[in-house]
């Protein structure tokens, strides 16, 4: 079955991962790079996602110029799946198709309408904030002990 990270980022800069198992990860399959779907999909509860790239499970990046979802050395100048071009400098890369199979693990995501859920900072109770503040007096306090004996 299939099993993907997906990277979901916002227009502000904040991206977000989860991953998707076997049923959840149903509706992606067959999808291409540049598709917008409905977020509903992945259980955001409002907004559009579109698909902008993603890696195979050996690290092999995903291409939207090669059709299907296939692997294949391409003869590249720019672009994604080259770094540090020279000017004039061509190389054979093998790259990922634009089409997602299971042989996908992560894919890289932009939402296009509404925000990301921000993850609510842990809380503690009010009776915990004073023993953990000694606590760090405290550790700090052997710190400056143990050092000035050495």
Do not use: W
Request: aromatic share 2%.
């Amino acid at each position: 079955m299939a099993h993907f990270r997906l990277v979901i980022s916002d227009a502000k800069g904040k991206s977000v991962s989860q991953e998707l198992r076997d049923r959840a990860a149903q509706p992606l399959l067959g999808s291409k790079i540049g598709d917008t779907l409905d977020s509903s999909v992945i259980g955001l509860t409002q907004g559009k996602i579109r698909i902008t790239g993603g890696s195979d499970k050996s690290g092999t990046p995903m291409r939207q110029d090669i059709h299907g979802g296939v692997k294949k050395y391409v003869l590249l100048s720019r672009g994604v799946g080259m770094q540090n071009v020279g000017e004039g400098t061509r190389k054979r890369k093998l790259i990922r198709g634009n089409t997602v199979t299971e042989e996908i693990y992560q894919l890289n995501c932009r939402l296009m309408e509404g925000n990301l859920q921000e993850k609510s900072p842990p809380t503690t109770p009010i009776g915990d904030e004073s023993s953990s503040s000694s606590s760090t007096q405290e550790a700090s306090e052997k710190k400056k002990s143990s050092g000035s004996s050495r």
